[in-house]
């Protein structure tokens, strides 16, 4: 089975825009297994469209359609899928009630040209579009059926996973549909496939760690890097939902006993979601004293949804004036160390910590670049400090782990990674494990920790 | 004449990243005027590659061609369109000279399979790959120009400026070249564009007001969305590039002239950058108190490399014991009008200017969601706030400005929509101009500017 891939448009052939389309539709064709063979991107044009649909239609099992459904001029695929194979356009009263639905809804009226919306080529099978008022349509030409999407993201993502894709797979299980597939009496594969995000290792030392389980043959392992994270995906193609989805358990568990803590999340999950988790599960607290990242730690937990919970604030302490006014950092050490040093980030992230009086203290001092580097302080070192309570029967007193490390990256690089660290520490230090700095960085400086309480 | 671009890759044709390599090639391309027709993705299959290049070399004058070229098995380009077109493959001393040399400079062992990479068809020319190991090549068969690319997006992007747009050009202008082209003397057309940000106005409003400008016809006018900003692109044909330049410079004096401030700014100049040269000019500083956005404004602030001259820190303050402790905002105020209200942003912005001893201080306080709101104080809502020193003669005085909105738009948008305007704040109050929200938004509350020294 054959799956090709048509997106429309005359600025995604003028590189106004990136076409994120194919991808959205091919990621979720790869989960049922279908071999997505061609991919072509052709001007609002009618002779080309014309040309593309009439190939598609002698090669392809499955076509799949985006971009010319709106109400302009340009929008020709309905017209020009109809006029291709020969059909009549006649209008769907039903999606006409709907468009205009949807207009009253928003209290704009209605224009003439979004009439023209509810016209689908003689037997079309109108595809719902629930958040815009261009709906799809397929129609089955020889061997191939195609399925015409608006480019809109959003609403060919809603489009392809509540019609597109239940339509597709009962063509692949025709007679007795999901129920055979689940029970393994199909001559079709499922495919089921999980994204594992990890932090800290490399790509090519993920790869060799891991490569006798690719291997082992249960699973299909792909890479791929999202800097500064790696992601993992194992998909697994097997007969049954059920097999496929216990491969992928196996491979999980066996993935995330070799690596460790080194796999921090699962699917959307970012690094400042799974902290948050952490953080409200413990009742935790916590505080950010940002030099270098300049706010960045303080955004990201932010972007979580009820970080309130948790997140009490942070200073922004980019002179070293804010750091000694705002954060009690001593203008003499200041002066002996320099802003970058491993006394200056300790007295940030338990200064934060008291004032703000959270259970931890976070902060970060270094040279993002592209200037202000010396011998002494290259561009690229930061220093990070993390304060927090110290180990039971301590009452009171606050452990701080510290560390240095050289990013060679570019500013925003920098800026990122040593957010990542940050947050990262914070999460091994809720799960009680080890603070460590990824591999693939090189080490400016020794590591100290002298209460011990997190090794 | 007719451009094509054909992009290889299994990567591709599963969704497993997005192809930008066909927007980055196909906008060069448009600056020569060349119209890219036809767009195609192949995987890593022989079968299916031959069948592309045939297919291109029948229709195309010019064939781009990225991926493919590094040294893995699944890297074939070279070799299929050698089988494609019949010819030898023959190793390109030169380039393996310049393989050998970088993997020297790096300090690591150049394996066998890079060997392969110096190997081009019979007759290519050899083009350079100065950050990588994958020179690429370009052949003549037929009436097409083929031109092969590494698929890495930093290589082809300077695979592209340095070797292949000045054989495009070459061969546009076979003749006299560049000389012809500036003097006006050839049949072709030269295409120069600009693109100009901004901030505050809904497309369609922005369509209308430059109706008239467009249809002049001196330039076609582009637009774009670029959340929250919309971005305009005058796009002018002409016989000469003198010619073209002056009818930009005419058509974006006019815009600028019907917009005023809304064009903030040009090419790659965000709201920050155009901040913080207006800051550095005029010597003057900076510091935030961020609720809602969370550390934003200060990480955008900081984004820009020689942010430290201006920018002397900021409280993120998301409890109310932070906003008090560290900003001095009266707990009475608090309690009393809730923390977003106006009197408290007001507390923040003058409470961080005084802490900080900056000459600005801006402030929000909002509800960004998805949860929070109340009847008074719907999702959405913000308040904005920006203390500066009053009008001259004023002495030691602060002038405060504040301002409430509704915006209907997600959590990060929202983050987003209220970072723009605070940074929009700060460079209107800079040049001196009335501070306004951007016109796409639905005011909550009036504004209130009780110094009158903003008008």
Known sequence: MIAEIITIGDE?????????????????LLLLDLDCR??????????DMQDAFRRAAGR???????????PTRDDMTTEVVAQTFGREMKLHEESLVVIEAFFRSVGRDMSDVNRKQAYFPVDADVLKNSIGTAPGFSIREGRAVFFAMPGVPRELDLMMDDEVLPRITSALFPEEGQQAL??????????????LRTFGMGESTLETELLDLAREGEVDLGYRTSFPDNLLRPVARAKTVEEADARIARVSAAIRDRLGAIVYGEGDDTMEIVVGRLLTEKRLSIATAESCTGGLIAERLTDVPGSSAYFLGGVVA???AVKASMLGVSEAVLEEHGAVSEPVVRAMAEGVRKRFGSDFGIATSGIS???GGTEDKPVGLVWLALAMP?????????STHAESFVFKVSRSGHRSLTSQVALDWIRRSLLGIELVGPSLMRRAGG???????LA
Chains 1, 2 share one sequence.
């Open 390 to 398: 110290a180990s039971e029967g301590a009452d009171g007193q606050t």
């Open 12 to 28: 995604l052939l003028r590189g106004e825009i990136i076409d994120s389309n194919k991808a959205r539709i091919a990621e979720r």
């Open 38 to 47: 061609y991919q072509v991107s052709v001007l609002d044009d009618p002779a």
């Open 60 to 70: 392809s099992d499955f076509v799949l359609i985006s971009g010319g459904l709106g």
């Open 182 to 195: 689940s029970e393994g009496r199909s001559e079709r594969r499922v495919v089921r496939a999980v994204m």
């Open 318 to 320: 980019y002179s070293n």
């Open 369 to 371: 670049g592209p200037s």
């Open 447 to 453: 590591g100290s920790n002298p209460s011990g309480s």
